[in-house]
């Protein structure tokens, strides 16, 4: 034992003392900082340079069977208010922070709605907005997006980041059309627009699992390969017979009896196409299965932890196979709502970045299908909030309003919300050793 010495002094733990573990606070900031920066843009534009005037919102439209009064609001009035409880709302949510809690999700939804009723007094100030106009507009541009945000959230959960959503809704808007004007059946093109979505998928699924190419490589370059592959067979076929080959019918709105005629939420949600009606199915069904099913149980396990997967028997690479195929065919038909649901033709890149937006949305929403579908309809109302303020006039420059949905695309992403943890094994391939 030369060489070796024991300070004798040094007192040593009993044996059966407890471990006291310290617990360690993490403090984040990026909440307080934010209400305090949008409370200082509240009082900078509803105080300072406030604007005279009543603000009218219309709740109903004149074909309602029960007719909800119209709310008039004082803009100054309602700006000074707004700005008092904002400041209020960030003051709590600073101290929450400093008392080592988080601030929950429905303090920054209050401090949100507060914030949209004092911009949208100030802005309509002795103009009237049509509120089940706004709404409608933004389930109608939402509808790509949640989509897209279903079909991310089913690739990443199963391990395989799905960056190809813009070149999958793409493919189905075109295929959908193209397939629609032929035949003259819509629900023909609705099938073509899921397999178009599927085909892009089988290309991600097949270069990052089989021949484990990078995953954002492999979606970046699909997505290219579908807006060229499109926009030249648009302006090669489509364009020379556009009679033909791009006059697809429209879905018509069904109107759900009774439920359609609830004040507000009834021309909202129930006086929708069938488009819209799938997509409130498939977010129920994704929700339901992701997390209640065995398929869900294995599908989130292989995102998670595929080695431990693999032990038990589940194929891990045939599990992602089929799985990013599945989001494939749920993503194409948003591309489909495109062009049977709302525009009712095909356009060169008509998807304008609604698959990165969707992507966005996954991210915001924590990788869950109801929060991603919530992250998505507050990007769709951002997107159609330019066109209703454009409509009555709004001193608010048109520039801004076109960059608002990408500014809460930042802000989301950056994590406003908080630390957003993904899928463990997303984005990295799985080789069995």
């Given at each position: 034992?030369s060489?070796?010495?024991l300070?004798k002094?040094?007192?040593?733990p009993a044996?059966d003392?407890?471990?006291?573990?310290?617990?360690v606070?993490?403090?984040s900031?990026?909440?307080p900082?934010a209400f305090?920066?949008?409370?200082?843009?509240a009082?900078l534009?509803?105080?300072i340079w406030h604007r005279?005037?009543?603000?009218t919102f219309r709740?109903?439209?004149d074909?309602?069977?029960?007719?909800l009064?119209?709310?008039?609001?004082?803009?100054?009035i309602?700006g000074?208010v707004?700005t008092?409880?904002l400041?209020?709302?960030a003051a709590l949510?600073?101290?929450l922070?400093?008392t080592?809690?988080?601030?929950p999700?429905?303090?920054?939804?209050?401090?949100?709605?507060?914030?949209m009723?004092g911009?949208?007094?100030?802005?309509?100030a002795?103009?009237?907005?049509?509120?089940?106009?706004?709404l409608?507009?933004?389930?109608a541009l939402s509808v790509?997006?949640i989509f897209?945000a279903?079909?991310?959230?089913i690739s990443?959960?199963?391990g395989?980041?799905?960056?190809?959503?813009?070149g999958?809704l793409l493919?189905?808007a075109f295929s959908s059309a193209?397939?629609?004007?032929v035949?003259?059946n819509?629900?023909?093109?609705?099938?073509a627009?899921?397999?178009?979505?599927t085909?892009v998928s089988?290309?991600?699924a097949?270069?990052?699992?089989?021949?484990l190419?990078?995953?954002?490589?492999?979606g970046?370059?699909?997505n290219?390969?579908?807006?060229?592959?499109?926009?030249?067979?648009?302006?090669q076929?489509?364009t020379k017979n556009?009679?033909?080959?791009?006059?697809?019918?429209k879905?018509?709105?069904i109107?759900?009896?009774?439920?359609s005629?609830i004040?507000?939420?009834?021309p909202?949600?129930?006086?929708?196409t069938?488009?819209i009606?799938?997509?409130?199915?498939a977010v129920?069904?994704?929700?339901?299965?992701?997390?209640?099913?065995?398929?869900?149980?294995?599908l989130r396990a292989?995102?998670?932890?595929p080695?431990?997967?693999?032990?038990v028997?589940?194929?891990v690479?045939?599990?992602?196979?089929w799985n990013?195929a599945?989001?494939?065919a749920i993503?194409g038909l948003?591309?489909?709502?495109f062009t049977?649901?709302?525009v009712?033709?095909?356009?060169?890149?008509?998807?304008?970045?609604?698959?990165?937006i969707?992507?966005a949305?996954v991210i915001?929403g924590?990788w869950?299908p109801?929060k991603?579908?919530?992250?998505?309809l507050?990007?769709g109302f951002?997107q159609?909030?330019q066109?209703?303020?454009s409509?009555?006039?709004?001193?608010?420059?048109?520039?801004f309003?076109?960059m608002l949905?990408?500014?809460v695309?930042?802000?989301?992403?950056a994590?406003?919300?908080?630390?957003?943890?993904?899928?463990a094994?997303?984005g990295k391939?799985?080789v069995?050793?």
């Amino acid at each position: 034992m030369s060489g070796f010495t024991l300070d004798k002094q040094t007192p040593q733990p009993a044996p059966d003392a407890p471990i006291v573990l310290e617990t360690v606070v993490v403090r984040s900031w990026k909440a307080p900082i934010a209400f305090g920066i949008f409370t200082v843009i509240a009082f900078l534009l509803f105080v300072i340079w406030h604007r005279d005037g009543n603000s009218t919102f219309r709740l109903s439209s004149d074909g309602d069977v029960i007719q909800l009064p119209t709310v008039v609001l004082p803009s100054t009035i309602t700006g000074i208010v707004v700005t008092i409880l904002l400041a209020a709302v960030a003051a709590l949510s600073a101290y929450l922070v400093t008392t080592g809690k988080k601030v929950p999700l429905w303090l920054i939804t209050v401090f949100g709605v507060l914030f949209m009723v004092g911009f949208l007094s100030w802005a309509a100030a002795g103009k009237a907005i049509p509120i089940t106009g706004l709404l409608l507009g933004t389930v109608a541009l939402s509808v790509p997006l949640i989509f897209g945000a279903l079909g991310g959230v089913i690739s990443e959960r199963v391990g395989v980041v799905n960056i190809a959503i813009e070149g999958q809704l793409l493919a189905g808007a075109f295929s959908s059309a193209f397939v629609a004007s032929v035949t003259g059946n819509a629900f023909l093109g609705l099938v073509a627009a899921m397999i178009a979505g599927t085909l892009v998928s089988f290309l991600l699924a097949a270069f990052s699992i089989k021949y484990l190419v990078d995953q954002v490589i492999v979606g970046v370059v699909l997505n290219v390969l579908v807006v060229g592959l499109t926009s030249f067979l648009y302006s090669q076929v489509l364009t020379k017979n556009e009679a033909l080959f791009n006059s697809p019918p429209k879905f018509p709105r069904i109107n759900i009896p009774i439920l359609s005629e609830i004040p507000l939420i009834g021309p909202v949600l129930f006086r929708q196409t069938i488009i819209i009606y799938l997509m409130y199915i498939a977010v129920a069904v994704v929700f339901f299965c992701l997390f209640y099913t065995r398929w869900g149980l294995r599908l989130r396990a292989v995102g998670e932890h595929p080695q431990a997967a693999d032990t038990v028997g589940i194929n891990v690479n045939r599990t992602r196979f089929w799985n990013v195929a599945l989001a494939g065919a749920i993503v194409g038909l948003g591309g489909a709502y495109f062009t049977l649901g709302s525009v009712g033709a095909f356009n060169k890149e008509m998807t304008a970045g609604a698959g990165y937006i969707a992507l966005a949305a996954v991210i915001f929403g924590r990788w869950d299908p109801l929060k991603a579908t919530l992250a998505a309809l507050l990007f769709g109302f951002t997107q159609n909030l330019q066109f209703a303020l454009s409509a009555i006039g709004s001193p608010v420059p048109s520039a801004f309003m076109l960059m608002l949905p990408y500014v809460v695309t930042i802000f989301a992403v950056a994590g406003l919300v908080g630390v957003s943890r993904g899928p463990a094994a997303a984005g990295k391939p799985y080789v069995k050793g």
